[in-house]
């Protein structure tokens, strides 16, 4: 069994920087992949930024690019998202989810297996 943990969502202003944690337990060692994505409401959840857990090769989605580093700590079996330059646009519950099995349809939800509750990430002056 696999559980996800998400931290450090928040209120900030536009401009500002929050830095998200997700951390897992359970079967860690099967992990490929951590990928970050993000709901708005009444919008459909998307991708932001994917890890793999082995060697670390990084994937951003066009929003996050220049603006967003996702990093890991694989002793401490959690993931990271950096945010800067933070938008209004930003502003949605953000996921991690973990995918078992690697695949290059990185961007989709389905490539996951597992997911965690989200964290609230509001930008707003």
């Known amino acids: 069994q696999v559980q996800l943990v998400e931290s450090g969502g928040g209120l900030v202003q536009p401009g500002g920087s929050l830095s998200l944690s997700c951390t897992a337990t359970g079967f860690t060692s099967r992990f490929e992949a951590i990928g970050w994505f993000r709901q708005a409401p009444g919008n459909e959840r998307e991708v932001v930024s994917v890890?793999?857990?082995?060697?670390?090769?990084?994937y951003y989605e066009d929003h996050a690019k220049g603006r967003f580093t996702i990093s890991k700590d694989n002793a401490k079996n959690t993931v990271y998202l950096q945010m800067n330059n933070l938008k209004p646009e930003d502003t949605a519950v953000y996921f991690c989810a973990v995918q078992t099995i690697w695949s290059s349809a990185w961007k989709l939800e389905e490539s996951y297996d597992y997911w965690g509750q989200g964290t609230q990430v509001t930008v707003s002056s």
């Open positions: 890890i793999t857990w082995s060697d670390g090769s990084r």
